[in-house]
């Protein structure tokens, strides 16, 4: 990207950039478990992934860590990260785009409730109120009313908090590892949660064309994975983060385009609601920093 961008710049544009990786992987990956199985999708892709991560690190030098081994934590957290995936995908195969992509926008409002579940944090009641709001918007996208409701978007919820409670891991295992690292275990730990999905299903081999799309959704979601962490490295997390929602708006367009699904007007109120919470939670996030900055600066 252009050095005259400034940090914060540079993070929203690599931020945008993941999420319309993300939503090119997501459409090929639906468009694919329209014929194919569903572990046998997530089995696959996990395996490409795996391969073009790993040859990633071998290049980065970092093949004496792969060769270690996951730690216990790094284990753990390939293993939520598997299971989040799994149940992502098997309701992808039943939802729409723009649906699923709002349901897992409450991920980062399960992070706050589930870190005062686990670890005790405290947090005020301005941030439970906007935690309330978002999970409003998400009934309202999953509509929990016999006429309109959908199993899947209970999963595609559990996904979210499967993703939240991922994060949560990952911020316990620090930043000593190095990215690719992280991912390869990550990736391979998605792969080998298919075989649970392959044990009930038939295989069916893959046609190269079909073959060819997988690969390319494989691709492009190790692009988003290498933006995403290029996006959130020495930025203001207040202002870049927001611009995560522009999946919303991708996810829409990828759902138009490739299969003509439009979001309903519940969908589109529930993930206003969904990003205003998120949103305002960002904001005092950043106000209890300064408020804590400024309390240091003044004791000291």
Known sequence: ???????????????????????????????????????????????????????????????????????????????????????????????????????????????????????????????????????????????????????????????????ALREILTRRIGRALPVAVLAFWSSAGIGLFGLVFLASEDWRAFAAWDLAQLCTAAIFMCIALYLMALGFRDVDLSVVAPFRYSYLITSAVGGYIMFRELPDEWTVVGALLIVAGGIYTLHREAVRRRDLTMKSTTAA
């Not at 997501?26 to 040859?55: C, Q, S």
């Not at 990260?81 to 098997?90: I, N, Q, R």
């Not at 309330?132 to 996904?159: D, Q, R």
């Open 1 to 163: 990207m252009p050095s005259s961008l400034s940090k914060n710049q540079r993070g929203v544009l690599a931020i945008c950039a993941c999420m319309a990786s993300y939503t090119v992987n997501d459409a090929l990956v639906k468009k694919i478990l329209m014929t194919y199985p569903v572990g046998e999708v997530i089995f696959l892709r996990g395996v490409i992934t795996t391969v073009l991560i790993g040859a990633v690190a071998l290049a980065m030098g970092l093949g004496r860590q792969l060769a270690a081994g996951p730690s216990g934590p790094v284990a753990l957290r390939s293993l939520v990260d598997g299971l989040s995936t799994a149940a992502f995908l098997a309701a992808l195969a039943h939802m729409k785009l723009a649906n699923i992509a709002a349901v897992l926008q409450i991920a980062p409002l399960f992070i706050i409730a589930l870190s005062v579940l686990l670890f005790g944090e405290i947090v005020g009641w301005r941030r439970w109120a906007a935690i309330g709001v978002g999970f409003l918007g998400a009934l309202l996208v999953i509509k929990p009313i016999p006429s309109e409701f959908n199993i899947w978007s209970l999963v595609a919820a559990g996904s979210a908090m499967a993703a």
